[in-house]
C-alpha cells in the first residue's frame, strides 16, 4: 500500500491526535485532537509535513497518489458536512491553511471561501438568504486567492476596496451592500487578468490544487524564513496543509470572529482574555483592519465596547466551558480561534499560547501550584531566551513622563528610540548601530525583520490578538498597538498626535506595560528579578548541578550578577582595568620603559590600583570563587592609534614653523618628543596579526614582572579581606597557554610571589593556578597540562576562531552568508561548534581529568550565556559555565533544563 499522506477529522473522530505534531503540524493535529475530545470542529482534512519535505526535495513535484488522497477526502468531509464540493445549489466552501509542528503566526499563507465560482455563488445565496453575505465572502476569496495564489499584490484589490467605499460613502467594508461588493467581484477579477494575464480560474477542483500548493510554497517566502532564523527553526520540518470545511462569521450580526486566550498573554493572569468581531471573517481580526471587542466583561473597564459575554451570553458560556476544557486537557495556556455562525459555536484551531517571558513564568509557577503541572514541566515551559525579557530595562517610575497618546499594552517593557517608518529602514538603522522603534498603520508579516532589528513597534491599528502583538511578545519586543490618537503617514514619514509632529528620526518612548507614547527620551531603570520569578529560579536551582558563574570586571557588574544568583565569578579581565582615565598613562609609561628598572617603577604605581580592584570585586562576591585572568591582550593596545600619531606629530611639526615664542617652542617640543617615542614603539609593537602574536602568557613570560604585579595585587587583597573575617577564593588564571612549560614558568612565579605576599602579611589562604584552554594544542595536550594546572577555563571565543581559521573580528563579513546557505547551522561565535570545536573541548575534559580528576573546568567565552551551549557544557562533564551578568538566569535556567533532559533520556532508556 502507498504512504498515507492525507488524514481526515470531523464528526467526533479524528485520524489524528495531538502527539502527531511532527507529522501533522501543530494546527493539524489539535484540530484532530479537539474533534476526538468532541469540540465543535468543522470537518477537514490535514496533508501531513511528509508532503511538504517532498515537494521540495523533488523540484517541487508531489507524490504521484497525492490527489487522489485529497479527492478521498474530501468526499468524507462532504458527508460530515452535509454539502459537495462545486455543486451548485448545495455548495462546500473550505479554508486552506498552513501548519507548522511549531507555530508561526502569519509567516505562511491562507485562502479562505474557496470553491465560489459565478454558479456556486448562487447555491450560497440560496442557502444563506444574504446575497450581501454571499457576495462578501466571494470578493473576500477573489482577493486572497488573488494574492496568495496568483501574486496579485494585496494593496492593489485594498485601493479598489477603498474606491468603492469612497464611492458609496462607506465608512466600512460592513457598509457596502450587496450590488457594491457583486461589482467590487467583477473589478477584482478585472484587476487578476490585468496583471496575469490569465481569467481568474472558476474550477474549484483547479481552485483546491493551486491553493495547496501556494500554502507549500509560503514555507519558503523570505518572511517565513527570517521568522525560522529569529526562531531556530529547522526549514527541514516543513509545514502541514489543512483543508477545512468553511463557517462564516460574516452571516450578520447573530455571527462573528474572535481570538481568545486561555490566560492573559502578557501578564499571565488566570482571566479569560481575547477579542472578537460581529459580522466579520478571522483576518479581519488578526489584520487590524478593524478594531475587535472585548470577549468579556472583565476587559470592557479597559477597552470599552460591547463584550461577547454581553452580546451573546449563551455562545459566551459555551465557550468558557470549551476554554476550560481544552487549558485542563492540554495542561498548558491555549490560544483559540473560533466562528460564530448564526448563534452556533466553532472551533477553528488551538494552540499553544505565545506569551511573554513575564507571563511564561507566572502561569508556569502557577500551574504548579494549581496541580496541572509539576515543577520540572514548569522549568521545561519558560524558554531560556525568553527569560532575556524580563532583563529589559523598563521606566523609570521616578522620571516626568507625559504621555502624548494611548494604545492598548500589547507587549510589556520599555523602549527609546528614533522614530522609522519602514521595515527595510529599521533593519539598516540597527545594523549602524542606532536604537529605533518601528511606526505602522498596522504589520503584516512582511515587516518580520523590521520588528526584530526595532526596539519596539507602535501601531495606529490592531488589537492585543493583532499580527503586530503576538510577533512582538514571541520576540519580547516592547510594542503598543491599536493606538487610534496617532494619524500616520508612510509616505511623509510622519506621525501625527493632534497638532504634534513627530518626524522620521524623532526619538519617542514606548510603554509597552501601560500602552504610553511618550515623546523623547525617558530615563529606565534595570528589572528586580523577585515574586514568581524568584520561585522558578529556586526551583531552577534545586535541578541544576551546572554552576553559573559571572564574568566581571567591576565590583558593580559583580554586584549585579550576584543579585542575578551568580555563583563566583570565572572571567576578571584584568586589562580592562588599565584602561581608567588615571591609570592609562602609568601604563603606557611601562610600556614605554627601556628596561626592566624603569618598567617596575611603572607598576609600582598601578600595584594600588589593581590591589583596590580585586579588593572591590573579592568583597563584592563574599567568599564565591573569583578567577582573574592575567594580562591578555598585546601591548600596543594601550597606545595611541600610529595614523593618530603621526596625524599629530605633522601638526605640531607645522605649528613649530609659524611660532617664535620660546616658552612656547619648548613646550611643543616637548610634546614632540614624547609623541615620536611613542610613535617609535608603536611601530615596534606592530604585528601582522596580533591574535596570535606577543599576547597572553607570552607577555608574562618576556616581561615577567608584570604577571608579578598581578599576583602581588591579588594576594594582597585577598589577604587583607581574609584580616576582615571574609573567606576569599583566589583562581589565577594564565592566559593563552600552549605549552605546559608556559604554564609550569608562570605558575612557579605566581607560586613564588603568593608565597612572599602571605609570608609578608602573616596570613594564609587558599588560592589556586589554573589556564584557559584557548589553543588547540592546549586542548590536545590537556592530559600534560592538567598535571600543572588546578583548574580549565575554555576561553571559547578564541578557541573558535582559531580552530576554525576565523577571525571574529572580521567573521561577520561572511558568516552571515555561511549561515543563510546551510553551510554552517549557527554562527559559531554566537553558539559553539560542537561537533569541532566540542570535540576539542571534551577530548580536553578526558584527558585532564584522567591524569587529575580533581581537575575543576569550566567555559568563560560568549557561549557561556547561550542555552544550547550551556546544555553542551552540562552533557561534557563541565563544573561551571560563566556568562555576562545579565545573561545569569538564562545560563541557571538552560543548566536546568539540561538536567531535567538528562534524566528523562536515561529513564526512557531504562524503560
Not at 620603559?593 to 594600588?608: I, V
Not at 607560586?751 to 589562604?765: C, D, P, T
Not at 588547540?776 to 577555563?793: G, H, V
Request: glycine letters at 10%; proline letters at 4%; charged letters at 25%.
Amino acid at each position: 500500500m502507498a504512504d498515507k499522506f492525507v488524514y481526515c477529522f470531523g464528526r467526533g473522530s479524528a485520524e489524528g491526535n495531538a502527539d502527531m505534531k511532527n507529522l501533522l503540524g501543530g494546527k493539524g493535529a489539535n484540530l484532530a485532537e479537539m474533534t476526538n475530545l468532541g469540540v465543535p470542529v468543522p470537518a477537514g482534512f490535514t496533508i501531513s509535513t511528509e508532503v511538504c519535505k517532498l515537494y521540495y526535495d523533488n523540484n517541487r513535484q508531489y507524490p504521484g497518489h497525492l490527489w487522489d488522497e485529497v479527492l478521498e477526502n474530501l468526499k468524507k468531509v462532504e458527508t460530515a458536512m452535509g454539502h459537495k464540493f462545486g455543486d451548485q445549489n448545495n455548495p462546500l466552501l473550505v479554508s486552506v491553511r498552513s501548519g507548522a509542528r511549531i507555530s508561526m503566526p502569519g509567516m505562511m499563507d491562507t485562502v479562505l471561501n474557496l470553491g465560489l465560482n459565478d454558479d456556486t455563488i448562487q447555491g450560497v445565496i440560496k442557502q444563506s438568504g444574504n446575497e450581501r453575505f454571499a457576495y462578501d465572502s466571494y470578493r473576500r476569496f477573489v482577493q486572497m486567492y488573488g494574492d496568495v495564489v496568483l501574486g496579485v499584490g494585496h494593496d492593489k484589490f485594498e485601493k479598489l476596496l477603498e474606491a468603492k467605499k469612497e464611492s458609496r460613502q462607506a465608512k466600512s467594508d460592513t457598509d457596502l451592500d450587496a450590488r457594491a461588493l457583486k461589482e467590487l467581484v467583477k473589478e477584482y477579477k478585472q484587476l487578476v487578468a490585468k496583471e496575469t494575464g490569465s481569467q481568474f480560474p472558476d474550477d474549484p477542483f483547479e481552485q483546491l490544487r493551486k491553493a495547496i500548493g501556494a500554502v507549500f510554497e509560503s514555507w519558503d517566502t523570505e518572511r517565513a524564513v527570517t521568522y525560522r532564523k529569529i526562531h531556530n527553526i529547522p526549514g527541514h520540518w516543513g509545514t502541514a496543509v489543512n483543508v477545512q470545511s468553511m463557517v462564516f462569521g460574516n452571516l450578520g450580526n447573530d455571527s462573528g470572529t474572535g481570538v481568545a486566550f486561555t490566560r492573559d498573554p502578557s501578564n499571565g493572569n488566570k482571566i479569560f482574555f481575547g477579542e472578537y468581531l460581529l459580522n466579520a471573517q478571522g483576518e479581519d481580526v488578526v489584520a487590524g483592519t478593524r478594531t475587535p471587542q472585548p470577549i468579556n466583561k472583565a476587559q470592557k473597564k479597559d477597552n470599552g465596547g460591547v463584550s461577547l459575554e454581553e452580546s451573546m451570553p449563551e455562545v459566551y458560556n459555551e465557550l468558557v466551558g470549551v476554554y476550560q476544557n481544552l487549558e485542563k486537557h492540554y495542561k498548558e495556556m491555549q490560544d483559540i480561534e473560533f466562528t460564530i455562525q448564526q448563534g452556533t459555536l466553532y472551533l477553528l484551531q488551538t494552540r499553544t499560547g505565545k506569551r511573554t517571558a513575564a507571563s511564561a513564568v507566572k502561569i508556569a509557577v502557577d500551574m504548579v501550584k494549581e496541580g496541572l503541572i509539576d515543577k520540572k514541566t514548569a522549568i521545561m515551559r519558560v524558554s531560556p531566551a525568553q527569560l532575556d525579557q524580563l532583563l529589559h530595562p523598563t521606566i523609570d517610575p521616578k522620571a516626568s513622563v507625559k504621555a502624548v497618546a494611548k494604545g492598548l499594552p500589547a507587549s510589556p517593557g520599555a523602549a527609546v528610540g528614533r522614530v522609522v517608518f519602514s521595515a527595510e529602514h529599521a533593519v539598516l538603522e540597527a545594523e549602524m548601530g542606532h536604537a529605533v522603534i518601528l511606526v505602522r498603520n498596522e504589520t503584516s508579516p512582511e515587516d518580520i525583520a523590521g520588528m526584530y532589528a526595532a526596539k519596539g513597534i507602535l501601531t495606529a491599528r490592531g488589537g492585543m490578538t493583532s499580527h503586530a502583538a503576538v510577533v512582538a511578545r514571541g520576540m519580547g519586543k516592547c510594542c503598543v498597538a491599536g493606538c487610534g490618537a496617532i494619524r500616520v503617514s508612510e509616505e511623509e514619514k510622519i506621525f501625527t498626535v493632534g497638532d504634534q509632529v513627530v518626524k522620521e528620526g524623532d526619538f519617542i518612548t514606548l510603554n509597552g506595560t501601560t500602552g504610553q507614547v511618550i515623546l523623547g527620551k525617558v530615563a529606565l531603570v534595570q528589572p528586580e528579578l523577585s515574586g514568581d520569578f524568584g520561585i522558578l529560579m529556586e526551583w531552577v536551582d534545586e535541578f541544576k548541578t551546572l554552576k553559573v558563574r559571572t564574568n566581571a570586571d567591576l565590583p558593580a557588574d559583580a554586584a549585579i550578577a550576584r543579585k542575578f544568583g551568580a555563583e563566583g565569578i570565572g572571567l576578571c579581565r584584568t586589562e580592562h582595568m588599565f584602561f581608567g582615565e588615571e591609570r592609562l598613562p602609568i601604563v603606557q609609561q611601562m610600556i614605554l620603559a627601556d628596561n626592566k628598572e624603569a618598567r617596575l617603577e611603572a607598576l609600582a604605581k598601578l600595584l594600588p590600583f589593581q590591589r583596590g580592584d580585586f579588593y572591590g570585586i573579592f568583597k563584592a562576591m563574599a567568599g564565591l570563587p573569583v578567577t582573574i585572568r592575567h594580562l591578555d591582550p598585546p601591548l600596543h593596545e594601550f597606545l595611541p592609534n600610529r595614523e593618530e600619531l603621526i596625524e599629530k606629530i605633522t601638526e605640531i611639526k607645522v605649528t613649530l614653523k609659524y611660532i617664535s615664542d620660546e616658552k612656547e617652542i619648548n613646550r611643543l617640543k616637548s610634546q614632540l618628543h614624547e609623541h615620536e617615542n611613542l610613535l617609535h614603539k608603536v611601530q615596534s609593537l606592530h604585528e601582522f596579526n596580533p591574535m596570535l602574536g606577543h599576547r597572553g602568557c607570552r607577555l608574562g613570560i618576556t616581561y615577567p614582572e608584570i604577571y608579578d604585579m598581578q599576583t602581588q595585587a591579588i594576594i594582597e587583597a585577598a589577604c587583607q579581606l581574609a584580616q576582615e573575617g571574609q573567606v576569599v577564593e583566589p583562581e589565577i588564571m594564565i592566559p593563552l597557554v600552549g605549552t605546559v612549560e608556559e604554564l609550569k614558568t608562570t605558575k612557579a612565579a605566581a607560586i613564588k610571589v603568593a608565597e612572599s605576599v602571605m609570608a609578608k602579611q602573616g596570613i594564609k589562604i587558599k588560592y589556586s593556578i589554573g589556564t584557559m584552554i584557548e589553543v588547540p594544542r592546549a586542548a590536545l595536550t590537556a592530559d600534560a597540562i592538567a598535571k600543572e594546572a588546578e583548574f580549565f577555563s575554555f576561553g571559547t571565543n578564541d578557541l573558535t576562531q582559531m580552530t576554525f581559521g576565523f577571525s571574529r573580528d572580521d567573521a561577520g563579513v561572511f558568516l552571515p552568508g555561511y549561515v543563510e546557505k546551510g553551510l554552517l547551522p549557527e554562527d559559531p561565535f554566537v553558539a559553539l561548534d560542537q561537533v569541532g570545536v566540542g570535540l576539542l573541548v571534551q577530548m580536553a575534559v578526558a584527558k585532564g581529568r584522567a591524569v587529575n580528576p580533581a581537575l575543576k573546568i569550566g567555559i568563560c567565552g560568549e557561549h557561556g550565556g547561550e542555552p544550547s551551549s550551556v546544555e553542551f557544557c552540562h552533557r561534557s562533564g563541565l563544573n561551571y559555565v560563566s556568562c555576562s551578568p545579565y545573561r545569569v538566569p538564562i545560563a541557571r535556567l538552560a543548566a536546568a533544563q539540561a538536567r531535567i533532559k538528562e534524566k528523562a533520556s536515561v529513564k526512557q532508556e531504562l524503560d
